[in-house]
């Protein structure tokens, strides 16, 4: 079965300052990547999703991820953070095999200083 | 256009009542899921459809848990006979096909 590991429990970083949460999924085949963030209140929203092709995506509101096969893994970057990115924010693995259930990280809550 | 909608918002019940939890879908979009998100963890899958079928329920946790979605539009996630455990957020997304789900606020559920 698939699963998906993010490290950081909690990051805060100043507004301006680079950005970048960690993934790691195992799964055996290669694996539909997505990165979802949810605001206070709201529903989770869809950053950006690997599928196939280039493993650099680029995603809404600046965002970017890197498909590492060999690293088994799929971090999310932003160069420069503003406060209203201050949210959590969640990896997910699709499985693929005629099933369209994500599995889903713990998430990572990132606090933004002005 | 309009996005996923769930109601109630917000559900308090009390130990073993029935729930019902409505998902109105993105207007034209084929496939519906259920996640289940528990406080400081990230969603939990419970069952999926497309159209009106039910392709998987493997993550139903136990049979007090249901799910329909009769004409292959509004879903309904049935818990009968709720527990204190059964507390968490429940989460919809629909798709057009495929991986890329949109999620709807979701529908607190607190069982006192």
């Known amino acids: 079965a698939q699963s998906v590991t993010q490290p950081d429990i909690h990051i805060t970083v100043s507004e301006g300052a680079s950005l970048e949460l960690r993934c790691n999924y195992s799964?055996?085949?290669?694996?539909?990547l997505f990165w979802y963030v949810q605001s206070p209140g709201q529903g989770l929203q869809l950053l950006l999703k690997y599928f196939s092709g280039d493993t650099l995506v680029q995603g809404i509101k600046g965002f970017e991820a890197e498909f590492k096969r060999s690293q088994s893994s799929f971090n999310l970057r932003k160069p420069s953070v503003h406060w209203s990115d201050a949210a959590e924010y969640f990896c997910?693995?699709?499985?693929?095999?005629?099933?369209?259930?994500?599995?889903f990280g713990k998430g990572t809550k990132l606090s933004v200083i002005p | 256009g309009a996005g996923v909608s769930q109601s109630p918002r917000y559900k308090v019940t009390k130990r073993g009542q029935d729930v019902a939890l409505r998902c109105d879908p993105i207007?034209?979009?084929?496939?519906l899921y259920w996640y289940r998100q528990a406080l400081g963890q990230g969603p939990e899958f419970l069952t999926y459809?497309?159209?009106?079928?039910?392709?998987?329920k493997s993550g139903l946790p136990n049979d007090r848990f249901s799910a329909e979605r009769p004409e292959g539009s509004i879903s309904t996630l049935t818990i009968q006979r709720t527990e204190q455990r059964d507390s968490a957020m429940y989460r919809c997304?629909?798709?057009?096909?495929?991986?890329?789900?949109?999620f709807g606020p979701g529908t607190r559920l607190t069982v006192t």
């Open positions: 997304a629909s798709s057009l096909q495929g991986y890329e789900q949109y």
């Open positions: 459809f497309n159209y009106e079928a039910q392709q998987d």
């Open positions: 799964y055996g085949a290669t694996p539909y």
């Open positions: 997910a693995v699709g499985a693929g095999a005629g099933s369209y259930q994500l599995t």
């Open positions: 207007s034209g979009h084929v496939s």
